[in-house]
């Protein structure tokens, strides 16, 4: 397993990304897991307006 990109968030947050999530994947599955993590940003975006605005 190899990661191939990972990151801080300002919040001090470690996101990794590894080739175990891609490997021996097909197009279909790719095409959700880009999905799924698409609505996890934007799900946490939103709860971080939230909150910065209450």
Partial sequence: MAIIKEWKTE???TIKI???AYR???P???QKLREHA???AYRLLVNHIRKKTT
């Fill in 11 to 13: 919040h001090g947050a």
């Fill in 18 to 20: 590894n080739d175990a």
């Fill in 24 to 26: 021996d994947k097909t």
């Fill in 28 to 30: 279909e599955e790719l």
């Fill in 38 to 40: 698409n609505e996890t």
